[in-house]
């Protein structure tokens, strides 16, 4: 494969199945934080959605759902990393850092180089900022992975 190849960005068609369902899931967060819709009603409108069947499914409900039934813990792990009050931070980025923190703590298969890119390049995407995310170790550390399941 020629360097140029290689440096060209993933096109959405070759985006992988969890990068999708972070997508939706984000998009099902944003529906939940500003028109406090229900987690079942957010998810059976994001199925329906163009491009749904290319997601990992599995991986969008546990983004989905563990983030709406954890917000309480999640916003714990958040508030003392960010440089201003909850309430200003826009739905996008917090429902970003939601999702980060919750892949941090619940899934421990990917590794944590992983999500923090992952978190990172969707807070681009979205107009969000990366800025929050501060530096991969006080990140990392908020969600305390147990060292033996760090990567």
Known sequence: MSSTAEKTPRK???KSGRSRSREFALQGLYQF?????????IDVFTRDLSGFHKSDSVHYDALLY??????????????PLLDR????ISPIEHAVMWMGAYEFQHCIDVPWRVVL?????????FGGSAQWFGTPTACRR?????RSQQR
């Open 12 to 14: 959405s068609s070759a």
């Open 33 to 41: 934080l500003v028109g406090r819709n229900e987690a079942a009603d």
């Open 66 to 79: 563990g983030c709406i039934e954890h917000r309480d813990v999640l916003d714990a792990l958040i508030v």
């Open 85 to 88: 009050k909850l309430e200003e």
């Open 117 to 125: 890119n992952e978190y990172i390049e969707l807070a681009k995407s």
């Open 142 to 146: 908020s969600a305390s992975r147990p």
